[in-house]
């Protein structure tokens, strides 16, 4: 259990928003009580407890119900905060990962570098993670556990820091994350020196969070993800083909885009379509952008989550069909080819790349190979054979 339990209100305030919000006390080093952060109860904040997900409640009310904390944490608290929908519901816990295991049939234990654990329910997983550690032997052994005060600090923007109790209904701040995120400031926790090095991905995240929540990136920030833009050449293609495909599914691709070629990051996920793009003026550069537009407006009206389409969504702006060709068939080989090609590294299946030139020829008023077309959709006695469930074999009786 937590030692942090030592709570005040403060004497002087300069807000009246903040005059009954209580401070959480900690021991520091020396012995002495230390604030260490702010606990705004139910009034105090706008999230609604009935916009929590259902299992998300039920997991930590049993956690609470052993003695175990449980608080939602991250993005989810964010979007909460801020009265968006969260994609996810990622808890945060004291309990080891065994310990969750015991109270969860439906729990698996994943990860070796640290060990999370995903609890399955139908159409979603809920990951549940234990307190992470500052000590300096984690380079070592990742898997050292630690309070939540420390915990707060393993994260990577004040905005991403702030803990919802589902069950108390209360918020904790312990890096005055709530005010940043009012402000539509961004702040790194970690210092920038260090933190991109750590994680290059980090630098994409604090775009799309400025994107998607209308802030302005500081300039030592700026300055920062400048610098180190080249540690994403460390990142494997598999996860650079993710975190592009997050970027084409957050509905602001075009902003996300436009701020990674400001900052010199894009170029490390297409350099083919950087080099295409950064060549274009006027017009032609703007028929990028405007396909990106159009992806952004799909999948805010319609959730459009096809891969496929969402490749040539990217490839739309830069790519051009040959005014003569031979047939339908070496047309289709030669674009997907040249998909392939403007969107190296990135790694993405070969049928969501065929789906994507499916999408192009349609943009240009043209009927995909009949091959292609079958490939694509099965054919619906074949695909009601392959449900079938195999009959049993029944083994002679011995006379």
């Keep these: 259990m937590d030692k942090f339990l030592i709570y005040s209100r403060p004497k002087n305030t300069s807000t009246s928003?903040?005059?009954?919000?209580?401070?959480?006390?900690?021991?520091?080093?020396?012995?002495?009580?230390?604030?260490?952060g702010k606990i705004y109860s139910k009034s105090e904040h706008p999230i609604d407890v009935n916009k929590v997900d259902k299992d998300a409640l039920k997991i930590a009310g049993r956690l609470n119900k052993y003695g175990y904390q449980a608080y939602v944490v991250g993005g989810a608290v964010r979007d909460l905060l801020l009265d968006r929908s969260p994609k996810d519901f990622d808890l945060v816990t004291d309990a080891l990962p065994n310990q969750i295991k015991k109270l969860f049939r439906n729990a698996r234990i994943i990860g070796r570098r640290f060990r999370l654990v995903h609890i399955y329910f139908p159409g979603k997983i809920i990951e549940l993670s234990t307190f992470r550690s500052l000590s300096t032997a984690e380079e070592e052994n990742n898997n050292i556990y630690g309070t939540l005060e420390e915990d707060v600090h393993r994260r990577d923007f004040s905005i991403n820091a702030l803990y919802y109790d589902p069950i108390q209904e209360e918020l904790l701040d312990f890096v005055d994350g709530y005010a940043d995120l009012r402000q539509g400031k961004m702040r790194s926790l970690i210092p920038l020196d260090k933190s991109f090095i750590e994680d290059p991905v980090r630098m994409i995240r604090a775009v799309k969070y400025a994107q998607q929540l209308s802030m302005k990136i500081p300039f030592r920030l700026q300055r920062?993800?400048?610098?180190?833009?080249?540690?994403?050449?460390?990142?494997?293609?598999?996860?650079?083909?993710?975190?592009?495909?997050?970027?084409?599914?957050?509905?602001?691709?075009?902003?996300?885009?436009?701020?990674?070629?400001?900052?010199?990051?894009?170029?490390?996920?297409?350099?083919?379509?950087?080099?295409?793009?950064?060549?274009?003026?006027?017009?032609?550069?703007?028929?990028?952008?405007?396909?990106?537009?159009?992806?952004?407006?799909?999948?805010?009206?319609?959730?459009?989550?096809?891969?496929?389409?969402?490749?040539?969504?990217?490839?739309?702006?830069?790519?051009?069909?040959?005014?003569?060709?031979?047939?339908?068939?070496?047309?289709?080989?030669?674009?997907?080819?040249e998909v392939k090609r403007l969107i190296e590294p990135l790694t993405p299946p070969n049928q969501e790349v065929?789906?994507?030139?499916?999408?192009?020829?349609?943009?240009?008023?043209?009927?995909?190979?009949?091959?292609?077309?079958?490939?694509?959709?099965?054919?619906?006695?074949?695909?009601?054979?392959?449900?079938?469930?195999?009959?049993?074999?029944?083994?002679?009786?011995?006379?």
């Design 17 to 36: 928003s903040e005059s009954n919000v209580r401070i959480r006390y900690g021991t520091s080093e020396n012995g002495k009580n230390q604030a260490m």
């Design 224 to 337: 920062s993800i400048k610098k180190h833009a080249v540690e994403l050449e460390r990142c494997p293609p598999s996860r650079l083909t993710e975190e592009m495909f997050k970027i084409l599914e957050s509905g602001n691709s075009a902003g996300i885009i436009r701020e990674m070629l400001a900052l010199n990051l894009f170029r490390y996920f297409l350099p083919v379509i950087e080099s295409l793009v950064h060549n274009k003026r006027g017009q032609d550069r703007e028929s990028f952008f405007k396909g990106l537009e159009n992806i952004d407006q799909r999948v805010k009206e319609k959730g459009e989550k096809r891969r496929g389409r969402l490749i040539a969504a990217l490839v739309d702006g830069v790519i051009i069909f040959p005014e003569e060709w031979e047939n339908s068939v070496a047309l289709f080989q030669d674009m997907f080819k």
């Design 354 to 399: 065929e789906m994507a030139v499916v999408w192009l020829f349609r943009q240009q008023g043209m009927q995909a190979p009949a091959s292609i077309d079958r490939r694509r959709r099965p054919n619906p006695q074949e695909a009601k054979r392959k449900r079938k469930k195999p009959q049993r074999r029944h083994s002679k009786k011995q006379a």
